[in-house]
């Protein structure tokens, strides 16, 4: 792996040495004002050095700390606009290239997952990354037959590089906390933190690759390239040209935000049922729009496995709230361990803790914008707000966990792209137990 520049040690150590207690306190402390309690005593140059420090940090090391910085950066709508700016640079900024690799470094990788004869099976191949991320970097080349391929290295050592980077960010995750309003960090640190790990499997990767591109073969919507070639920490796949999200985000036309924003929302929803996999990695820098229009798919590191699609009680529960039938998804919620035994929140506030996922479904077109993001996020991290002590006591269950993360992610994502799009027709299309055609929901 490349140097670490020592500035990022010294913070990433500063960080993890904090006692867990007063990282607690500093973290209810900012989330407090952040929610509005003391907000016009916080100045903009501490939300901009507290940005600086954190995200320097999850930049600038290869492993676990980028890694995760991507995986948070799909909830960067929902920071509210008078912080956002240096939150939002610096989380953009962790989707960009890292420091690659030199030749020499790269041409024994090539060596060790392909043989010393490697080269033969190229026309050319550019010792120059074209792109470096968080444990690997991509070259390319062009493969015997004349097809134009990416190729995919791990860095040497980032095994142990990304348990090392993702303890010590277990360690100050409740600092973490202040990036995403009203959510509890340590559950989505723990389950980032697995399907993090399950990127250094470039085997199964591959495979995961593999299964996408078979199900999307020739369609009209997506482009999953194909694998040529695979070893253990390299994946040779096919080039795909495109404009990425991150620009469209950025500076792209109403009609490719609108375009790009309907393919993402239909890919979260249709994958389960139709691959039996969740592309479980929603950030901006893993997809294109292609000149044709189609949504091309270009990392499968975090895949969730769901043979059976999405459980249907998502379906299900989503079209009670639709026709406002609280007393049913008090009990489906509760049979399914949403709501602990012993408890009995208001019926009423449930119903409005489920507005994020429901209100977009209520019209036949919705327009997801960062402030109707910022909006839900307020509500949920106003500690004194009586939804926010709710959600405090409402349970998770493991199994959930990851999908509830993947849909606030991608909608998270879609805010971010200021996209249009007709999500009742997509969710009503795919989502098991919202397909009954007589009920409010569709009408």
Same mark, same amino acid.
């Given at each position: 792996?490349?140097?670490?520049?020592?500035?990022?040690?010294?913070?990433?150590?500063?960080?993890?040495?904090?006692?867990? $207690?007063?990282?607690?306190?500093?973290?209810?402390?900012?989330?407090?004002?952040?929610?509005?309690?003391?907000?016009?005593?916080? $100045?903009?140059?501490?939300?901009?050095?507290?940005?600086?420090?954190?995200?320097?940090?999850?930049?600038?090391?290869?492993?676990?700390?980028?890694?995760?910085?991507?995986?948070? $950066?799909?909830?960067?709508?929902?920071?509210?606009?008078?912080?956002?700016?240096?939150?939002?640079?610096?989380?953009?900024?962790?989707?960009?290239?890292?420091?690659?690799?030199?030749?020499?470094?790269? @041409?024994?990788?090539?060596?060790?997952?392909?043989?010393?004869?490697?080269?033969?099976?190229?026309?050319?191949?550019?010792?120059?990354?074209?792109?470096? /991320?968080?444990?690997?970097?991509? @070259?390319?080349?062009?493969?015997?037959?004349?097809?134009?391929?990416?190729?995919?290295?791990?860095?040497?050592? /980032? =095994?142990?590089?990304?348990?090392?980077?993702?303890?010590?960010?277990? !360690?100050?995750?409740?600092?973490?906390?202040?990036?995403?309003?009203?959510?509890?960090?340590?559950?989505?640190?723990?389950?980032?933190?697995?399907?993090?790990?399950?990127?250094?499997?470039?085997?199964?990767?591959?495979?995961?690759?593999?299964?996408?591109?078979?199900?999307?073969? =020739?369609?009209?919507?997506?482009?999953?390239?194909?694998?040529?070639?695979?070893?253990?920490?390299?994946?040779?796949?096919?080039?795909? =040209?495109?404009?990425?999200?991150?620009?469209?985000?950025?500076?792209?036309?109403?009609?490719?935000?609108?375009?790009?924003?309907?393919?993402?929302?239909?890919?979260?929803?249709?994958?389960?049922?139709?691959?039996?996999?969740?592309?479980?990695?929603?950030?901006?820098?893993?997809?294109?729009?292609?000149?044709?229009?189609?949504?091309?798919?270009?990392?499968?590191?975090?895949?969730?496995?769901?043979?059976?699609?999405?459980?249907?009680?998502?379906?299900?529960?989503?079209?009670?709230?639709?026709?406002?039938?609280?007393?049913?998804?008090?009990?489906?919620?509760?049979?399914?361990?949403?709501?602990?035994?012993?408890?009995?929140?208001?019926?009423? *506030?449930?119903?409005?803790? *489920?507005?994020?996922?429901?209100?977009?479904?209520?019209?036949?077109?919705?327009?997801?914008?960062?402030?109707?993001?910022?909006?839900?996020?307020?509500?949920?991290?106003?500690?004194?707000?009586?939804?926010?002590?709710?959600? !405090?006591?409402?349970? *998770?269950?493991?199994?959930?966990?990851?999908?509830?993360?993947?849909?606030?992610? $991608?909608?998270?994502?879609?805010?971010?792209?200021? /996209?249009?799009?007709?999500?009742?027709?997509?969710?009503?299309?795919?989502?098991?137990?919202? =397909?009954?055609?007589?009920?409010?929901? @569709?009408?």
């Amino acid at each position: 792996m490349a140097d670490i520049p020592r500035g990022a040690l010294n913070r990433t150590a500063r960080l993890a040495s904090l006692p867990l $207690s007063a990282a607690g306190r500093a973290t209810l402390g900012l989330g407090q004002r952040l929610a509005g309690r003391d907000r016009d005593q916080i $100045s903009s140059e501490m939300q901009r050095r507290t940005a600086e420090q954190l995200f320097e940090v999850l930049g600038t090391l290869k492993g676990g700390a980028m890694k995760f910085g991507q995986a948070l $950066s799909v909830y960067e709508a929902a920071i509210p606009d008078e912080y956002a700016a240096p939150y939002r640079e610096a989380l953009t900024k962790l989707q960009n290239a890292a420091p690659p690799m030199p030749p020499e470094t790269v @041409h024994k990788i090539m060596a060790h997952q392909f043989g010393t004869g490697w080269r033969s099976r190229f026309q050319e191949f550019d010792d120059t990354a074209a792109a470096a /991320a968080s444990i690997g970097q991509v @070259h390319r080349g062009i493969w015997h037959d004349g097809r134009q391929v990416a190729v995919k290295l791990q860095y040497p050592g /980032a =095994d142990a590089a990304l348990r090392s980077d993702l303890d010590q960010l277990f !360690r100050v995750a409740p600092l973490l906390g202040m990036v995403i309003p009203g959510t509890q960090i340590r559950p989505l640190v723990a389950e980032l933190r697995d399907r993090i790990l399950e990127e250094l499997d470039y085997a199964r990767e591959a495979d995961n690759q593999r299964q996408f591109a078979a199900a999307y073969t =020739d369609d009209a919507n997506f482009l999953v390239p194909r694998v040529v070639a695979s070893a253990p920490k390299a994946i040779i796949g096919e080039w795909v =040209d495109g404009i990425s999200l991150n620009k469209i985000i950025a500076g792209g036309t109403t009609e490719q935000r609108n375009r790009a924003g309907t393919l993402l929302a239909e890919l979260h929803f249709a994958a389960p049922q139709q691959v039996g996999l969740l592309h479980a990695d929603p950030h901006p820098g893993n997809y294109m729009l292609t000149e044709d229009g189609r949504l091309a798919v270009i990392d499968f590191g975090s895949v969730a496995r769901v043979p059976e699609g999405t459980p249907a009680i998502i379906g299900r529960v989503t079209r009670m709230a639709l026709e406002g039938r609280a007393d049913l998804v008090m009990a489906a919620l509760r049979e399914e361990g949403f709501i602990p035994a012993g408890y009995d929140p208001d019926p009423e *506030l449930l119903m409005d803790y *489920l507005v994020p996922f429901i209100e977009p479904l209520r019209q036949p077109e919705f327009h997801f914008t960062r402030t109707w993001m910022q909006a839900q996020a307020a509500r949920m991290s106003n500690f004194s707000s009586e939804e926010s002590k709710m959600a !405090r006591n409402l349970n *998770l269950p493991p199994s959930y966990l990851l999908i509830h993360r993947v849909t606030l992610g $991608s909608v998270g994502v879609l805010c971010q792209l200021d /996209a249009t799009a007709p999500f009742r027709e997509i969710v009503t299309r795919f989502l098991p137990g919202l =397909d009954e055609p007589d009920t409010p929901a @569709h009408a």
